[in-house]
């Protein structure tokens, strides 16, 4: 077999870099190309890492792709493609794809865009919470159900955790309203709102609110769930109610205005060095027997958000070409949660660090 061709978009940003790390250390046999703007960081970049070399794309460009000296065989886009110009430029060209930037509007856009293209290979659409892990434990945990009623995510995010610049794409969306699935019928809600205790580790129990993540939509369209339900608290819940309140007097939609670009940011993206980063998982339904059953689970990366992301975008990677020995997905469009080796994916995890265990 040929050695796999990686590129890795954004290669050298915060998730980026340690997407390649990750994968030069558990697929050494990869030709990994490390993207990005600039070819003088990027290949500095390559530099430290064994079998791997830069290259320069700027996914703002009208084909992206068009002067790479050869073709990848996989593109990891760890860069927002905002005019999904990337994405396109791989599905025409037939090159297989991971995505971890897209937050549900552009996610539905991606997906009716590729429709019109014939596809003869995979997209992984993992944009859900950390690139696709959380849909990927919820799954496992799924399949001892015979029905599933409800999918609850609710994430404990650290404030001065590590983050990249466009992790905080969500803050003009925290205005917007958005839909969930509950009993089988979608209904619109409000960020920040309906508050509820979620028993987090540390016995910790925080107050958490409605969030928007594509979770809510994959979750409900690839395992029949009749519910999904995402929410997310700060570890500083002065924050979080601070947010509360400068969403409950309209003081966040003013400031949602292109005006406040800055102001935004500036309440939100205050990165640190790294912190654990939490997600508690509960699927509720019907067991296989017939009888009435729930599940909790605790997913705990040790080193940061930005680690479970990567985490989870190299999860995804080796399932797209089969490495480690990976069930590959056929041609077309399909989300983390439809992998037909849920347990392999988890145990990739479990190898990178990621902690899951069932909760009380």
Partial sequence: ????????????????????????????????????????????????????????????????????????????AAANDSEDRLLLAAARRGIAYVDITRWTPRLHRAIERL????????????????????????????????????????????????????????????????????????RIVKPLTDPKPVRFSGERTLECYRFDTPDQFTLVHALGAAGASSRLTYDDQNAAKFMRLLMASGIWSL????????????????PGEGAPHEVSIRVSGQALDGSAKESRLSVIDPFSQTHMTAAGAVMQSERILGLRGRARPGPGVSFPEQAADLETGIAALREMGIRIESAS
């Fill in 115 to 186: 429709s019109a293209v014939e596809m003869s290979a995979p997209a992984v659409m993992a944009s859900g919470w950390m690139a696709g892990v959380a849909a990927t434990v919820a799954a496992r945990a799924a399949q001892d159900f015979s029905r599933i009623d409800m999918i609850e995510i609710d994430i404990l995010y650290a404030l001065k955790d590590k983050a990249g610049p466009n992790s905080v794409e969500y803050a003009d969306q925290l205005a917007v309203p958005f839909t969930i699935w509950s009993g089988g019928k979608p």
């Fill in 1 to 76: 077999m040929t050695a796999p061709r990686i590129l890795v978009v954004g290669g050298y940003g915060v998730v980026g870099e340690q997407i390649a790390r990750l994968l030069a250390a558990r697929n050494p046999e990869a030709e990994l190309w490390i993207g990005g703007r600039s070819i003088e960081i990027a290949a500095a970049l390559a530099g430290q890492i064994p079998g791997s070399r830069g290259v320069r794309i700027d996914v703002d460009e009208a084909d992206p792709l068009s002067a790479l000296p050869e073709q990848p065989g996989l593109v990891v």
């Fill in 255 to 270: 400031l949602s205005l292109p005006l406040f670009r800055r102001v935004r940011r500036a309440i939100l993206y205050n």
